[in-house]
């Protein structure tokens, strides 16, 4: 490939993620994305193959979901000094952290809600896999088969999910008592089970 073709692509696949930031999902489209990254559109045909095909790529090439040891800083010995319930709390919290800090992963988790394609469909996948992983590190350090922790995250990360989605484009003083009261009812909740 050509060094020309190679900075449109780029520029292509930067748009998608403009244009999701600036405007969210249902700006996404097409004529939008060949307009914001300044070429004609039957480039993105060209080169990617469709619009679909734009998305795998936007997701194949771009960091949108947090990493497992960005949740789980602890070893295995700092674990055996903290209780399970109590370190599920501080890794949800993180978690919280963690969404807030990647506003182009929030939107593209607003549009899986409405509809799927390559790029919300990717996301997902990531999103189970890293799941899957974080799960497995809390039993390597945690010996207790009778606590479902993947059940347990699955459900309170859902509903921090949901808020986080929901309040994204919200001031900072509007989250507040939802949160609050979300992470009253985790602690609770965890302090319960164990």
Same mark, same amino acid.
């Given at each position: 490939?050509?060094?020309?073709?190679?900075?449109?692509?780029? !520029?292509?696949?930067?748009?998608?993620?403009?244009?999701?930031?600036?405007?969210?999902?249902?700006?996404?489209?097409?004529?939008? /994305?060949?307009?914001?990254?300044?070429?004609?559109?039957? +480039?993105? $045909?060209?080169?990617?193959?469709?619009? %679909?095909?734009?998305?795998?790529?936007?997701?194949?090439?771009? &960091?949108?979901?947090? #990493?497992?040891?960005?949740?789980? @800083?602890?070893?295995?010995?700092?674990?055996?000094?903290?209780?399970?319930? %109590?370190?599920? *709390?501080?890794?949800? %919290?993180? $978690?919280?952290?963690?969404?807030?800090?990647?506003? +182009?992963?929030? #939107?593209?988790?607003?549009? #899986?809600?409405?509809?799927?394609?390559? +790029? @919300?469909?990717?996301?997902? !996948? &990531?999103?189970? #896999?890293?799941?899957?992983? +974080?799960?497995?590190?809390?039993?390597?350090?945690?010996?207790?088969?009778?606590? %479902?922790?993947?059940? /347990?995250?699955?459900?309170?990360?859902?509903?921090?999910? $949901?808020?986080?989605?929901? @309040?994204?484009?919200?001031?900072? *003083?509007?989250?507040?008592?939802?949160?609050?009261?979300?992470?009253? &009812?985790?602690?609770?909740?965890?302090?319960?089970?164990?």
């Amino acid at each position: 490939m050509t060094r020309s073709r190679l900075k449109t692509e780029q !520029r292509i696949i930067d748009a998608v993620g403009t244009i999701l930031l600036e405007q969210g999902y249902p700006a996404v489209g097409i004529n939008a /994305i060949a307009r914001q990254a300044g070429c004609d559109k039957v +480039l993105i $045909y060209r080169y990617f193959g469709g619009f %679909d095909e734009l998305l795998l790529a936007f997701a194949e090439t771009t &960091t949108l979901w947090w #990493e497992v040891d960005e949740i789980i @800083t602890e070893t295995a010995a700092d674990c055996a000094l903290i209780a399970l319930p %109590d370190l599920l *709390q501080i890794l949800l %919290d993180r $978690y919280v952290t963690a969404l807030e800090s990647r506003p +182009l992963a929030l #939107e593209i988790m607003a549009w #899986e809600m409405s509809a799927q394609n390559n +790029l @919300t469909n990717a996301l997902a !996948r &990531t999103r189970g #896999e890293r799941g899957m992983e +974080l799960v497995k590190r809390i039993r390597g350090y945690y010996q207790q088969p009778n606590i %479902d922790i993947g059940g /347990i995250l699955g459900v309170f990360g859902a509903a921090i999910n $949901y808020l986080v989605i929901r @309040t994204r484009k919200q001031p900072q *003083q509007y989250k507040t008592e939802e949160w609050w009261r979300l992470q009253q &009812t985790i602690a609770k909740l965890l302090q319960a089970y164990a």
